[in-house]
């Protein structure tokens, strides 16, 4: 389960994966495909500060196995375009573009293959379109934690000043963009929830003298920024941390798919009030009878791009125990 930074990743990814731009709901969104489907479609769901690139490597690795591998830039999100207003984000909006997605692809169903916030629209979906949903692996973030729960954290919690108006654009605005991004993937990589204290801003928690993680190269953070260069903060900002709220809760949600949930025991994510609790107690098998839950013990909140091997592994006989009916 060693970790692998794979410089030679972006090369393999850009002969093997082809890019299109679909029009989907009046908006132009950028998705990146590999592999013929002989055996079915995985779709790919990225978080923040992610892109379509962060699923490189299982992209590869489902592609080679006989799949076909789609993973879309969010609207507003890297090549995609932004919507007319941003300010106005809604789940929904994410839920009918996948819809979209799968039907401008001419897929009829797909497994979904989700991470961070990614991981909210995979699972809405499945809930609300059984019949195009093969199966869900969600990574990082459980079903069904109330985010309420988070207010028992202090105002220095990221998702707080995220979620203030103007108060990331003023800190983010202080470096350029790759600085940015380099400073969250390093934060969201460690253990501990990013917080500031009183007097700080979030971009303060960590300088150029702080190494990234030696799975994520200065290639990968090329690429991420290149992309975060392309479509900057705004729509970002609004998807998830300043939308979050406004998620509506689907009552008492049952899952007619199988759930995979894979989390990394150092994820930060984990120690959010609620999350250990909703993994360990059984709540989330009340809504998903086929659930299945897999801890990795050095995971972080990047397990998929840590250990790309072992989350392959993990996503192959997942894919392999629930076969597409022909």
């Known amino acids: 389960m060693g970790s692998s930074s794979r410089p030679e ?10 890019h299109v731009h679909l ?3 009046g908006l132009t969104l950028h998705v990146a495909q590999a592999g013929k489907g002989e055996l079915g479609t995985v779709v790919f769901l990225h978080g923040f500060p992610e892109i379509w ?6 992209m590869l690795a489902v592609a080679a196995a006989g799949y076909r591998a789609v993973a879309p830039d969010w609207r507003g999100y890297g090549l995609s375009d932004q919507p007319p207003e941003p300010e106005a984000a809604a789940y929904d909006d994410l839920v009918e573009d996948l819809l979209a997605i799968l039907d401008a692809l001419a897929v009829p169903k797909a497994f979904l293959v989700a991470k961070d916030f990614g991981a909210l629209v995979a699972y809405d979906f499945a ?15 459980p079903f069904g934690n109330d985010a309420s729960s988070m207010n028992t954290l202090p105002e220095g919690l990221y998702i707080f000043r995220w979620a203030q108006p103007g108060r990331a654009e003023a800190d983010f605005g202080r470096y350029n963009i790759k600085r940015v991004v380099r400073t969250i993937y390093i934060l969201f990589s ?3 929830i990013p917080m500031a204290k009183e007097d700080q801003e979030i971009m303060d928690l960590a300088d150029l003298s702080t ?6 190269t200065e290639e990968d953070l090329d690429v991420h920024s290149s992309l975060y260069e392309k479509s900057g903060f705004r729509y970002p900002l609004q998807m998830p941390y300043r939308s979050l709220h406004k998620r509506k809760p689907i009552g008492d949600a049952k899952f007619q798919v199988p759930v995979f949930v894979v989390m990394g025991e150092k994820d930060y994510v984990y120690k959010f009030p609620g999350v250990e609790s909703a993994m360990k107690d059984g ?14 013990p050095e995971g972080s909140h990047f397990v998929q791009e840590q250990f790309p091997d072992y989350v392959n592994e993990l996503l192959l006989a997942f894919l392999k125990d629930h076969p597409v009916d022909k």
């Open 9 to 18: 990743a972006m090369a393999t990814a850009e002969q093997q994966i082809e």
């Open 23 to 25: 029009p989907v709901r």
């Open 53 to 58: 690139y962060s699923w490189r490597h299982q």
């Open 127 to 141: 809930l609300c379109h059984p019949n195009r949903t093969c199966g869900v692996m969600g990574l990082g973030i």
């Open 190 to 192: 460690k253990s501990e």
């Open 211 to 216: 190494p990234l993680p030696e799975w994520f």
């Open 283 to 296: 709540t989330m098998e009340r809504h998903a009878p086929d659930m299945k839950i897999t801890y990795i």
